[in-house]
T-cell receptor
Framework: AQSVTQPDIHITVSEGASLELRCNYS??????LFWYVQSPGQGLQLLLK??????LVQGIKGFEAEFKRSQSSFNLRKPSVHWSDAAEYFC???????????FGTGTRLKVLA | EPEVTQTPSHQVTQMGQEVILRCVPI?????FYWYRQILGQKVEFLVS????????KSEIFDDQFSVERPDGSNFTLKIRSTKLEDSAMYFC?????????????FGPGTRLTVT
């Protein structure tokens, strides 16, 4: 079955520290992968996407993600976290057919000053 | 930059009442979706819509739910008789045929509270 797993429900980092949020997917075909960020009470903002080509993709706000097919992973990284990055982060896979998204359960990021 | 809009931003209704959530997708988009997010949980797919038909629906999308594109701009989600468990944030999304194979654009959401 198609699924997305985000193993970390909560992550706390200090401002200026590096960040890695994990995402693993289960999907039979070539995956189309996304990371979204959601601030409290807000909608979903696309950070970055992977469709094909270079497995290291750059996104907005200094985020990047690396697609590793052998590990079925699409981890999100940022070299230096800012307090404004505190939010919930969702990984999603786009499916074929009707192209619906399957979301992971999210990782809530807390940033310490 | 074009964006998906949703109204209202917050709707409070009593159990058993009908609600209609409205979405205006990006104008040249052809594929439309509804998702919901119960507080503290993940975003879940409800239904996809293309060419004036439902193309896929989830188990959540039972007979209490319906979708419609009543004119060339709006896309609505109707819940016929709301239950307490329908309380959630509802997101509309749209996609064109040319914006990348699977990139959807999400609206800001409508928070539905059923009392």
């Amino acid at each position: 079955a198609q699924s997305v797993t985000q193993p970390d429900i909560h992550i706390t980092v200090s401002e200026g520290a590096s960040l890695e949020l994990r995402c693993n997917y289960s999907y039979g075909a070539t995956p189309y992968l996304f990371w979204y960020v959601q601030s409290p009470g807000q909608g979903l903002q696309l950070l970055l996407k992977y469709f094909s080509g270079d497995t290291l993709v750059q996104g907005i706000k200094g985020f990047e993600a690396e697609f590793k097919r052998s590990q079925s992973s699409f981890n999100l990284r940022k070299p230096s976290v800012h307090w404004s990055d505190a939010a919930e982060y969702f990984c999603a896979v786009g499916t074929s057919g009707t192209y619906k998204y399957i979301f992971g359960t999210g990782t809530r990021l807390k940033v310490l000053a | 930059e074009p964006e998906v809009t949703q109204t209202p931003s917050h709707q409070v209704t009593q159990m058993g009442q009908e609600v209609i959530l409205r979405c205006v997708p990006i104008s040249n988009h052809l594929y439309f979706y509804w998702y919901r997010q119960i507080l503290g949980q993940k975003v879940e797919f409800l239904v996809s819509f293309y060419n004036n038909e439902i193309s896929e629906k989830s188990e959540i999308f039972d007979d209490q739910f319906s979708v419609e594109r009543p004119d060339g701009s709006n896309f609505t989600l109707k819940i016929r008789s709301t239950k307490l468990e329908d309380s959630a944030m509802y997101f509309c999304a749209s996609r064109s045929q040319t914006s990348g194979p699977y990139e959807q654009y999400f609206g800001p959401g409508t928070r539905l509270t059923v009392t």
